[in-house]
């Protein structure tokens, strides 16, 4: 297949094929590329591949560093270059590495000069962890050498001294300070060379590496008191050449159990010793015991010892009393009612009381306390108290606000309170109501019934029932319980001008009651002064529309 060749961008499509090499020459007419039957691609010209290029036809071979090259993109003009290893190691190689011929390698010289201190680190091959390369302060490299007798501190050893050693500059040396009494030293205080005895020369003296008594050294005025003083051993003392018995003498230690106590034995006058057990038991009187030298109280009873002290235990306080404080170190007693049986009192039987000074202990009788508690409406007669109306303060009567005590039957018959004004409420039955607890009669025929205004969420009453502001939006109201009802009552609900579709009256029944038989039916009115009726009919507990 023939193609025609264009200057510039070719597309190409189908296949190439021939006997012969394909050339594309540029607009000279030069080869620029040549494509080759053996697969060969040669040119002079630059190319661009827009795509990946692949090598297929390379074999591997192992690099020679030293001679061979590779090919890189020159970042300053992007075309593919190349350059041998041995030029790309040197050029590679940074700060503490050497190259040479292609290959890298340590070279420390290549690293700046510091002076080393504290806190610097070193590199180390770890022989714990797989001669792992790794690095580490001298710090610590400083503490690892530091063994007996040296010290490491910020990277320093320091030979650590202790006593007459020290360290003088660079050097360790011994004090003067070794030499104790009776020695001296050869050289300076810090750099003594040897150790000598001081010797006065009069009585002793030195003789080579030896100390001896001069001969003629020792006279009798020398051994005057001074040998009394010398003979005098534990116990003994010595004045002007006389010794006599001297107990500061003796050393100090605590007395125990089969101790000795020196004595004059007043039956012969002749020194003896005795046990301090036998001296205990000899102090024991009455109230007293001895054993192992050691004297204790004899107690019983309510009396105890308690560490170092003689007090009396709880168990002193009997039926009707308790104590105050811990139990073996009580401070005082008290009266503890709670020890007493229980028992239900008579009239006769008497109670503790205190006055009210506080102090001053009296007996009360049941009656006289029951009387005492008696006040206002209670009277109290032989301990008992019962109620006594005569006993209130007359007052005028508010049916409206005042109340009445009950007896509520349908709480466990406790005692309660209600007000007149609901007691009427809850007796006005058909043809009666009551108002703030003043009742009155509905009069029959219709000629006049109750009229009341209601406000919406209100429950409805027997009688007219009618929203009395002009509405400004849905009104609910609720009927009467059937529970409370009387048989025949009836309710009617008046709306206004205001009432509308969307501004209208809803009535419902209470809570499980029904309207027409039917449970939950509610009735709503939408129209300007519309109104409703029902009835309350009792043989089927039902309200009934007119």
């Known amino acids: 297949m023939a193609y025609k060749f264009q200057l510039g961008h070719a597309i190409m499509s189908g296949a190439l094929d021939q006997d012969g090499d394909v050339l594309i020459k540029d607009e000279a007419g030069n080869v620029a590329l040549s494509l080759e039957q053996d697969g060969d691609l040669s040119g002079s010209g630059d190319f661009e591949f827009g795509g990946s290029v692949k090598l297929l036809g390379t074999a591997q071979a192992a690099a020679t560093l030293a001679e061979d090259a590779m090919f890189y993109i020159d970042a300053s003009d992007g075309l593919m270059k190349r350059d041998s290893f041995s030029n ?74 202790s006593g007459a050693v020290h360290i003088d500059t660079d050097k360790v ?49 020398m051994l005057n008191d001074d040998v009394a003083t010398g003979l005098a051993g534990v116990g003994l003392g010595a004045a002007s050449g006389v010794m006599s018995l001297d107990l500061h003498e003796l050393t100090a230690v605590d007395i125990a159990s089969g101790d000795f106590i020196g004595i004059v034995d007043s039956s012969d006058n002749s020194t003896k010793k005795d046990t301090v057990d036998d001296l205990a038991t000899l102090f024991a009187g009455d109230g007293l015991a001895a054993s192992s030298a050691v004297l204790a109280v004899q107690v019983s009873g309510a009396i105890h010892t308690n560490s170092d002290k003689v007090s009396i235990t709880g168990s002193i306080a009997g039926p009707g009393l308790n104590y105050v404080g811990g139990v073996d170190s009580i401070l005082g007693l008290e009266i503890d009612i709670s020890e007493f049986s229980t028992a239900t009192p008579a009239a006769s039987d008497s109670f503790l009381s205190l006055d009210s000074d506080g102090a001053t202990e009296q007996r009360v009788t049941t009656d006289a306390l029951a009387t005492l508690f008696a006040g206002d409406g209670l009277a109290a007669s032989s301990a008992v108290m019962k109620l006594d109306i005569n006993e209130l303060t007359a007052a005028a009567v508010d049916v409206s606000a005042d109340s009445i005590a009950i007896v509520d039957a349908n709480d466990g018959n406790a005692s309660r309170k209600e007000s007149i004004a609901d007691l009427a409420t ?49 009104v609910n109201y609720v009927l009467p319980a059937v529970a409370s009802a009387e048989n025949g009552d009836i309710v009617t609900v008046k709306g206004n001008s205001g009432t509308s579709e969307t501004r209208f009256i809803n009535i419902a029944p209470d809570s499980g009651d029904s309207i027409d038989g039917t449970a939950n039916q509610n009735i709503r009115l939408e129209s300007p002064s519309a109104a409703v009726q029902l009835i309350y009919v009792h043989a089927d507990t039902n309200w009934r529309l007119v």
């Open 173 to 221: 040396s011994i004090t003067g300070s070794i030499a104790g009494d009776g020695l001296g030293y050869i050289g300076g205080v810090n750099s003594i060379q040897a150790l000598k005895v001081n010797v006065d020369d009069s009585s002793i003296e030195t003789n080579s590496d030896s100390l001896r008594i001069k001969a003629d050294g020792v006279t009798d005025a």
């Open 426 to 474: 809850a007796m006005a039955g058909a043809g009666v109501t009551a108002t703030n607890g003043v009742f009155s009669v509905d009069v029959a025929g219709g000629d006049r019934v109750s009229v009341a205004a209601k406000a919406t969420g209100a429950t409805l009453a027997a009688g007219l029932n009618y929203h009395a502001a002009v509405q400004t939006g849905s």
């Open 88 to 161: 790309y190691a040197d050029t590679a190689a940074g700060v503490g590495l050497g190259a040479s011929g292609g290959v890298f390698s340590l070279d420390l010289n290549e690293l700046g000069a510091a002076a080393i201190a504290a806190g610097d680190s070193f590199g180390f091959i770890d022989a714990t962890d797989g001669n792992a390369s790794k690095k580490e302060t001298v710090d610590d490299l400083a503490t690892l050498f530091a063994g007996d007798g040296l010290s490491a501190a910020s990277a320093v050893l320091a030979v650590a001294v």
